[in-house]
């Protein structure tokens, strides 16, 4: 299918979190941004005016969309970040402050010191992160501070120096801070040791360090420090709350292509994620049309291969949902647990949204493919013989037994026809019969149609259970309609389905478009008939006191009410008001109805 335009993809977009990317004619990116909700955000660049001349600038230039959903803010945040700092954008130069996030770096060096730092060389040292808060990073900073004794100066600890005797302990010896490996004080076996606790710390296995503080925390309220039991508290509630790790921010997982597929009976939709550094730093969904009913396996093969070579992608694994044959080159991993697996979820994620876009976007560009789609589906959900392109639903309103009526609400192609909706007054009735009524109204409708030689539909839709159905099936069995039409009935609620001569419902899927086409035909036919009901309530509680009026008949009745509008101002118009609409004598007996002592 061809790039929607810009109008539908802003109808299409999801309110999600999420990063978003703006392209010129040429296909470059010029903007990347985040937003809590993808939807009201990027609308908000096309719906107002902007004060900034360069944002008018940019959203002149901006010819396609796309974007990423995420879990969290903090993950849009991430992203954003990564995104910005590999494409660089032109307008994100001009229209932000482009600013990175801190990380923590194990420096590679004898004895290596741990500091936060917001760049990244590639110089074989080991960085952690990044972080959206510095309060996170000065908090795992602080703990390692007050768990270990590490060096803060930059000197350059080779054996030869230190046994020359090159330099001092300084203060943080004396303060109990640093254990002197500047004077060969401390063993680099010990020193190591400790490196490699931290670095489980940093990776977010918390259990012994957060057991330690806690430790600390209970013994200095024995000792009644409160104060600084409250300090080791609210320490120990951020690394809590760090320890929920983001799916974007795991170090461990590097260089990684990740894969999903949702497909349906015509098209597949594969996601692509690229992992560096615990980060997503590309996504991208491709769209490929079934030809000869591929599997998923099949559709997948094919979209990692032409995925790889677009991008240019040389990462030595893969995560996929099933096993896949992609030759030796490449390990194939099929996560089932844990970080792997919940990376694996967001592209699944991805490529699900992208999907329910494209059928949005088909809606308003193809509704053809869009109505046939639905039907096709309708048609086997509901095991019929054949598509259900014209419904008829019927349902009965008698609110406290009073005026009763039914309505008949129309589908063409899954969509209403309200132009050939209709209303019924129950005439051969008498009381608050629904089966009764149902059968007057189905017989009443079809009987019409047959006599005016107009198309029947191909499903009739009765609101009501067993009894319901019954009594619509008699009306169609009078007319020989019963192998003509195929008729069911709805019951509690939409979740059971009922068929002629068979006592087992039919239950859908809650989340099926056949339901949602059903429940949209129900919500109508009761809208529809209930507006009835109340109209005729209205009109006759308008008409019945005016009517009791000796000598003021329906002509009579019909000229106040186009003048005054309503009954109550007719009770309190002044004598002279009436009589310039209907004359002196009817105008007093008006009146003096309305006005006895």
């Not at 109808?11 to 990317?21: A, E, F, I, R, S």
């Amino acid at each position: 299918m061809d790039q929607p335009n810009l109008e539908i993809q802003l109808k299409t977009l999801p309110n999600q979190p999420g990063v978003y990317q703006y392209y010129d004619k040429d296909g470059v990116i010029i903007y990347v941004g985040k937003a809590k909700n993808l939807k009201k955000r990027v609308s908000s660049y096309f719906n107002k005016t902007h004060d900034s001349g360069k944002t008018r600038v940019l959203v002149k230039k901006i010819v396609d969309i796309k974007h990423i959903v995420v879990d969290t803010e903090t993950d849009a945040l991430l992203l954003e970040n990564n995104l910005i700092k590999k494409y660089q954008p032109r307008y994100n130069v001009l229209l932000k402050d482009d600013k990175s996030y801190p990380w923590i770096c194990i420096k590679k060096e004898r004895f290596p010191r741990v500091f936060s730092t917001r760049r990244v060389f590639k110089d074989g040292s080991e960085y952690f992160g990044p972080y959206t808060s510095l309060k996170t990073v000065y908090t795992l900073l602080d703990l390692i501070k007050g768990l270990y004794s590490l060096r803060t100066c930059n000197y350059h600890l080779s054996e030869e120096k230190i046994d020359s005797g090159k330099y001092k302990v300084c203060l943080e010896y004396h303060l109990g801070n640093c254990k002197g490996p500047c004077e060969d004080l401390e063993n680099e076996v010990a020193y190591n040791e400790n490196i490699k606790a931290i670095r489980e710390i940093l990776k977010g296995n918390f259990k012994d360090s957060l057991q330690q503080f806690k430790t600390q925390m209970k013994a200095y309220a024995e000792n009644l420090q409160f104060e600084e039991a409250q300090k080791i508290k609210e320490k120990v509630e951020v690394l809590e709350s760090y320890q929920a790790k983001s799916t974007i921010v795991n170090p461990k997982i590097s260089n990684v292509d990740v894969f999903s597929i949702v497909s349906d009976e015509s098209y597949g939709y594969i996601n692509f994620l690229q992992i560096s550094y615990g980060s997503i730093i590309r996504s991208h969904t491709l769209e490929i049309k079934k030809k000869l009913e591929e599997t998923d396996r099949e559709l997948l093969e094919l979209a990692i291969t032409e995925i790889r070579q677009r991008f240019n992608s040389n990462s030595k694994e893969i995560y996929v949902p099933f096993s896949v044959e992609l030759g030796e080159d490449v390990k194939v991993t099929i996560p089932k647990l844990g970080d792997k697996k919940h990376i694996l979820d967001l592209s699944l994620r991805n490529a699900k949204y992208y999907r329910m876009e494209r059928f949005k976007q088909m809606k308003i560009v193809d509704p053809d493919r869009h109505a046939k789609r639905i039907m096709a589906q309708m048609k086997i959900d509901l095991r019929l013989s054949e598509e259900p392109r014209h419904i008829e639903c019927f349902d009965n309103s008698n609110i406290q037994g009073t005026n009763p009526v039914a309505a008949c609400v129309v589908f063409k192609d899954g969509k209403p026809s309200k132009k050939d909706y209709r209303h019924f007054n129950i005439k051969t009735v008498v009381g608050p019969d629904d089966f009764a009524s149902m059968e007057e109204v189905v017989y009443r409708r079809y009987k019409r149609l047959l006599e005016e030689n107009k198309p029947l539909p191909q499903l009739i839709i009765i609101d009501g259970g067993k009894g319901q159905l019954s009594s619509a099936l008699k009306s169609l069995d009078a007319l020989g309609l019963r192998q003509e039409i195929a008729i069911i009935g709805i019951a509690k609620r939409l979740e059971e389905l009922f068929y002629p001569d068979d006592p087992i419902p039919l239950y859908l899927d809650k989340k099926s478009e056949t339901l949602k086409v059903i429940q949209f035909l129900r919500n109508e036919a009761h809208r529809f008939g209930i507006e009835h009901h109340r109209n005729r309530r209205s009109k006759t509680a308008l008409n019945t006191e005016l009517e009791t009026i000796p000598g003021v008949g329906k002509k009579t009745i019909v000229e106040l009410l186009k003048h005054f509008k309503s009954v109550k101002r007719i009770s309190n118009a002044k004598r002279e008001e009436l009589e310039t609409v209907i004359g002196f004598s009817r105008a007093s007996k008006v009146y003096n109805h309305y006005h006895k002592k």
